[in-house]
């Protein structure tokens, strides 16, 4: 079975930098786009940043400039490299990924477990 593993999260001074990493269990066929979704305490869930299997980047307004996501795919393992953290950016991170079990496997959507990152002031 496909699943996403997450690491990297913790604690880091404002300013600072972290770098996340999901990675595919299981052999996955294919993996369309990945995302880096957040959520801090009382607060939705929002898109952090995305890319798609051609390497096109999306980010969210207040990240830009700051993070970067990308992907090895021979490792089928995504990143997020966060820069310039602020307190504000304290969230549990989510990674997500649309991806194709097997060649007769209908692609579906697989989340990461979270994992916790916490700027300090």
């Known amino acids: 079975q496909v699943q996403l593993v997450e690491s990297g999260g913790g604690l880091v001074q404002a300013g600072g930098s972290l770098t996340l990493s999901c990675a595919a269990s299981g052999n996955p066929f294919r993996i369309n786009f990945m995302a880096w979704f957040r959520q801090a305490p009382g607060k939705q869930r929002e898109l952090v940043a995305s890319?798609?299997?051609?390497?096109?980047?999306n980010y969210a307004e207040s990240v830009k400039g700051r993070f970067t996501i990308s992907r090895d795919n021979a490792k089928n393992t995504g990143y997020l490299r966060m820069s310039s953290l602020k307190p504000e950016d304290t969230a549990v991170y989510y990674c997500n990924s649309n991806i194709k079990r097997s060649p007769i496997s209908a692609a579906q959507s697989y989340w990461g477990q979270g994992t916790q990152v916490t700027v300090s002031s």
């Open positions: 890319i798609s299997s051609e390497g096109s980047t």
